[in-house]
């Protein structure tokens, strides 16, 4: 079964650092776009970062911008969210999701049309 698992998540006080991982199960990551998403309870899903396929794109919404960093590994196994000077305002579910295909569109993430999502990993960050 092809999927993409991402862990890392947890509780953090403000200020704080969490790494999130997007690893592949079935398939590598080889060539594919990867995107990290993050819904909060009542608000819509937000695209917050993205690497292109050949890992020479990226992309930070301005409300991480400076704060967090995407990377991949070298194995292309697993692409991480580095996640710094966490504020409460970041507290959401974070997804992962991947396509061989180009998903950026007018300096945006797009949120639909990805091939495979993860399920989703909670952040929550509060003293």
């Known amino acids: 079964q092809l999927q993409l698992v991402e862990s890392g998540g947890g509780l953090v006080q403000p200020r704080g650092s969490l790494r999130l991982s997007c690893a592949a199960s079935?398939?590598?990551?080889?060539?594919?776009?990867i995107g990290w998403f993050r819904q909060a309870p009542g608000k819509e899903r937000e695209g917050v970062s993205y690497i292109s396929n050949s890992d020479d794109i990226t992309y930070y919404a301005d409300s991480v911008k400076g704060r967090f960093t995407i990377s991949r590994d070298s194995a292309k196994t697993t692409v991480y969210l580095q996640m710094n000077s966490l504020k409460p305002e970041d507290t959401a579910v974070y997804y992962c999701a991947a396509d061989p295909w180009k998903r950026i569109q007018n300096g945006a993430v797009l949120t639909t049309g990805w091939r495979y999502w993860g399920q989703g990993t909670q952040v929550t960050v509060s003293s």
């Open positions: 079935g398939f590598t990551l080889n060539y594919y776009a």
